[in-house]
Each structure stands twice: as structure tokens, then as C-alpha cells.
């Protein structure tokens, strides 16, 4: 059964930094792309950064600079590191796969097909 799972989401304050992981369970995390995405209320889930099967990486044009994604095929883990959080980086946060053949990542939601659960990430003084 393919499943997602994240974690590592909580409340910081502008400037400090959060690691949020992807716990993938039911296939291996370097066969397909990887996309991390964020909701805020009352707007759209927009892609933040994605990682191919190849390991090719695409960003946010906002974000780029400041976040990371990476993965771990040992724990089959993927991860998005975030330094020098702002207010408008708060968000539900989701990692999502497309489990299919494909040799780019994508930062669409509709690129994706499994989701995970998501985990908030609240940033304020």
C-alpha cells in the first residue's frame, strides 16, 4: 500500500528553521518524482519544490535560496529543509509522488497522484 506520511511541521519565528520529512512507504523513493507543496487559507496549493527520480531538484521562484529538498534511499525519506522562514511561509505543508515514468518532477498539483496527510508549519513572533 503506498502511503506518505510528513512530519516535522511546528510554530517558529521569522528567520529560525524547520526540517519537514516524507516518511514514503510501498515503493522506493528514487523510482519516482517527489514534490513537496503548501496550502495557506483561503488560497491555492502551490508547488514549493520537487525532486525527480534522476535527483534533478526544481524550485519556487520565492523560495529559491532559503529551501532544500533531498532525499534518503537508506530510510527512503524525502526531506525539505527550510532556513530564514517568513511570515508568508505559513502553510499546510504536503509531500505528494507520482508513481509512474516520468523523467522530471513537476510543481503542478495535478503532476502528482499519492498525497500525504500534511503537516502545518506556522511562522510568527
Known amino acids: 500500500q503506498l502511503q506518505l506520511v510528513e512530519s516535522g511541521g511546528g510554530s517558529v519565528q521569522p528567520g529560525r528553521s524547520l526540517t519537514l520529512s516524507c516518511v514514503v512507504r510501498?515503493?522506493?523513493?528514487?523510482?519516482?518524482?517527489i514534490g513537496w507543496f503548501r496550502q495557506a487559507p483561503g488560497k491555492e496549493r502551490e508547488g514549493v519544490s520537487c525532486?525527480?527520480?534522476?535527483?534533478?531538484?526544481d524550485y519556487l521562484n520565492s523560495i529559491k535560496g532559503r529551501f532544500t529538498t533531498s532525499r534518503d534511499s537508506v530510510t527512503n525519506t524525502a526531506y525539505l529543509q527550510m532556513n530564514g522562514l517568513k511570515f508568508e511561509d505559513t502553510a499546510v505543508y504536503y509531500c505528494?509522488?507520482?508513481?509512474?515514468?516520468?523523467?522530471?518532477?513537476?510543481?503542478?498539483?495535478?503532476?502528482?497522484?499519492?498525497w500525504g496527510q500534511g503537516t502545518q508549519v506556522t511562522v510568527s513572533s
Open positions: 505528494a509522488a507520482f508513481v509512474g515514468t516520468r523523467a522530471w518532477c513537476g510543481l503542478r498539483p495535478e503532476h502528482y497522484d499519492f
Open positions: 525532486i525527480s527520480s534522476r535527483g534533478n531538484t
Open positions: 510501498g515503493f522506493s523513493l528514487e523510482s519516482y518524482p
